[in-house]
């Protein structure tokens, strides 16, 4: 790991996915979780102070950036619900949790950064209780030709300078390629960013 990727990229990403409408957006669906919770890329531990104390038992939070997962630790020791977080330093791609284990998973702004994508969904459903959501909240492909044009253009030096962030990726449709019904829906451009990096969208999933 690169000078720019340890300390330059956490600094960035947590600026940059803080944002006012970004925050916004968390608060949308991270309130919804229940029971055992499974984070995806907790990062800072940005989502912490949006989870309700009163439904939340535990938080397996994975992060697998040193430097993020420090942060994440100390933002914990300030929220109603740090005595329930337990931290894995780790991809999403292999989860040493056991089958059917989790009642909610939530995944915010990250599916754009996972590199195995399709393994890290397959295996939240494979930890998913019967019955279990997958809260999502991201961003992605937009649906305007010209905007789209723009994202892919961008998305290669995009991707350098932002950890690996893809601006072309579809959420929806990759939640549901991965074993998953999604039977809520929002989107639109958020407020005050780049339409190139601004179209969201969130909901929540249940498996097919």
């Given amino acids: ?41 907790c990062g800072s531990g940005t989502n912490f102070a949006f989870y309700d104390p009163a439904r939340v038992t535990r938080l397996h939070a994975l992060e697998p950036a040193p430097g993020m997962v420090a942060r994440a630790r100390e933002t914990a020791r300030h929220t109603a619900i740090m005595d329930r977080v337990q931290f894995h330093e780790t991809g999403a791609e292999r989860l040493l949790l056991e089958d059917e284990s989790i009642d909610t998973a939530v995944v915010t702004f990250v599916l754009c950064t996972i590199p195995d994508w399709g393994r890290a969904l397959r295996e939240v459903r494979r930890v998913l209780k019967p019955g279990g959501r997958v809260l999502f909240s991201e961003h992605g492909l937009a ?66």
């Avoid at 990229?9 to 055992?36: D, F, L, N, W, Y």
């Avoid at 989107?187 to 005050?192: A, C, D, I, R």
């Fill in 1 to 41: 790991m690169g000078l720019w990727d340890r300390y330059a990229v956490p600094a960035i990403v947590s600026c940059a996915c803080t944002s006012k409408p970004v925050m916004r957006q968390r608060a949308k669906v991270v309130p919804e979780a229940t029971g055992v919770v499974l984070e995806l890329g």
């Fill in 143 to 208: 649906p305007d030709a010209d905007v789209a044009r723009w994202q892919q253009r961008i998305e290669p030096v995009w991707k350098r300078v932002f950890g690996g962030c893809h601006l072309t990726r579809q959420p929806a449709a990759m939640l549901a390629n991965s074993g998953f019904r999604v039977d809520r829906l929002e989107t639109m451009y958020l407020p005050s960013t780049p339409r190139f990096a601004g179209f969201a969208s969130w909901g929540a999933a249940v498996p097919a």
